[in-house]
């Protein structure tokens, strides 16, 4: 049996975390995040608990708080803990579906800010395509969907002014 004020703490923590997030209170959800992940690291050992699962959600919210703060090496650590549970084990049709699009989302930014573009923008098309393929509701979906186009217009026009003058592609200049 789970040790219920254990789960309960850790749940309610996750939620509050969630809830900061989307007022925007983007520290508050970062230190509700690492709470909730305190709480669940005391239940007693051999308790049945998907503790992989739940710090994926716990690194979720983390990710996009850290985004939403500019700590954008912060949030690319907490992405990649996050993403090494959801590229394994996410459904995109659960309701887990939604932080497994936020984080894919957060890292995009945070890659795009870093200056790592062509990961920036591998990682934005793949949050539109999660979104797009996603059945059930997504609070704040269009408004994703937007800045995904805005930050990929920008990365195609940085791409093409870094290019040099009178430059041609392989198969232009073979044609």
């Known amino acids: 049996m789970k040790p219920l004020k254990e789960v309960a703490?850790?749940?309610?923590a996750l939620s509050e975390a969630q809830?900061?997030?989307?007022?925007?209170?983007?520290?508050?959800a970062a230190a509700e995040s690492s709470k909730a992940m305190d709480f669940s690291k005391t239940m007693p050992p051999g308790e049945t608990f998907d503790h992989d699962g739940f710090d994926a959600l716990c690194y979720a919210v983390l990710?996009?708080?850290?985004?939403?703060?500019?700590?954008?090496?912060?949030?690319?650590?907490?992405?990649?803990?996050?993403?090494?549970?959801?590229?394994?084990?996410?459904?995109?049709?659960?309701d887990e579906g939604k932080q497994w699009i936020a984080?894919?989302?957060?890292?995009?930014?945070?890659?795009?800010?870093?200056?790592?573009?062509?990961?920036?923008?591998?990682?934005?098309?793949?949050?539109g395509e999660m979104i797009t393929e996603r059945k059930g509701e997504l609070?704040?979906?269009?408004?994703?969907?937007?800045?995904?186009?805005?930050?990929?217009?920008?990365l195609l026009e940085e791409e093409k002014s870094q290019r040099k003058p009178g430059y041609k592609a392989w198969w232009e200049f073979w044609s």
Not at 68 to 91: I, K, Q, S, T
Not at 114 to 125: C, H, I, M, P, R
Request: net charge neutral.
């Open 63 to 94: 990710a996009s708080a850290r985004a939403g703060l500019g700590e954008y090496d912060a949030c690319l650590e907490a992405a990649g803990r996050a993403l090494h549970y959801f590229n394994r084990r996410g459904e995109l049709q659960q």
């Open 103 to 127: 984080v894919v989302f957060s890292r995009g930014v945070a890659f795009h800010e870093t200056g790592v573009y062509d990961e920036a923008l591998k990682n934005l098309n793949m949050a």
């Open 19 to 28: 809830k900061k997030l989307e007022e925007g209170a983007y520290g508050e």
């Open 139 to 154: 609070p704040g979906k269009e408004t994703m969907l937007k800045e995904i186009e805005r930050r990929k217009t920008m």
């Open 9 to 12: 703490m850790s749940y309610m």
